[in-house]
T-cell receptor, first 112, second 113 residues
Framework: DGGITQSPKYLFRKEGQNVTLSCEQNLNHDAMYWYRQDPGQGLRLIYYSQIVNDFQKGDIAEGYSVSREKKESFPLTVTSAQKNPTAFYLC???????????FGQGTRLTVV | AQTVTQSQPEMSVQEAETVTLSCTYDTSESDYYLFWYKQPPSRQMILVIRQEAYKQQNATENRFSVNFQKAAKSFSLKISDSQLGDAAMYFCAYLLSYDKVIFGPGTSLSVIP
């Protein structure tokens, strides 16, 4: 079945380490997004990409990096520069012609 | 810049009753898309209903319907015959083609048995 897969579901990171969250979709969607959600809060946009090899910063891009080498994949790296990385991260994708937006199941990142 | 506002941080409804969640947005565009997403405690984002701005007819999906007022830039969600499983965070979202999805801050809905 088509969908978006995020992995891992839970991730633990030591302070000072970089960590990469995976997001893969087989929906043939052009656009992909990364959002951060803190407890009891809404979704804040980190980065988004409308096309392969191109991406734009969202509202809270500092301390994060992304790549879009393939249409299906949009990995997010949480760098050591991110001061408070413990959060729930959601990946989404959408298609321009039908404007559908779907989400992965999320990754819970905890800094230990 | 486009923005989405949900003025009700929390709402509650009696089981089997009807509740309406409010959403307003700001845009200068004429052709866009609006969504309501549900996020239960599992944190999975589930698409509830979708509305194309060029369609005047309000979207409906079983017990869920919207009241789309384009001139007023309002997009409210009505849940009829509320069930315990409807308890969740509800997010209103706006999408402009070839641009990003923008979310409101969310409304936490409780269903009282």
């Amino acid at each position: 079945d088509g969908g978006i897969t995020q992995s891992p579901k839970y991730l633990f990171r030591k302070e000072g380490q970089n960590v990469t969250l995976s997001c893969e979709q087989n929906l043939n969607h052009d656009a992909m997004y990364w959002y951060r959600q803190d407890p009891g809060q809404g979704l804040r946009l980190i980065y988004y990409s409308q096309i392969v090899n191109d991406f734009q910063k969202g509202d809270i891009a500092e301390g994060y990096s992304v790549s879009r080498e393939k249409k299906e994949s949009f990995p997010l790296t949480v760098t050591s520069a991110q001061k408070n990385p413990t959060a729930f991260y959601l990946c989404a994708s959408s298609t321009h012609d039908r404007a559908e937006a779907f989400f992965g199941q999320g990754t819970r990142l905890t800094v230990v | 810049a486009q923005t989405v506002t949900q003025s009700q941080p929390e709402m509650s409804v009696q089981e089997a009753e009807t509740v309406t969640l409010s959403c307003t947005y700001d845009t200068s565009e004429s052709d866009y898309y609006l969504f309501w997403y549900k996020q239960p405690p599992s944190r999975q984002m589930i698409l509830v209903i979708r509305q194309e701005a060029y369609k005047q007819q309000n979207a409906t999906e079983n017990r869920f319907s919207v009241n789309f007022q384009k001139a007023a830039k309002s997009f409210s969600l009505k849940i009829s015959d509320s069930q315990l499983g409807d308890a969740a965070m509800y997010f209103c979202a706006y999408l402009l083609s070839y641009d990003k999805v923008i979310f409101g801050p969310g409304t936490s809905l409780s269903v009282i048995p």
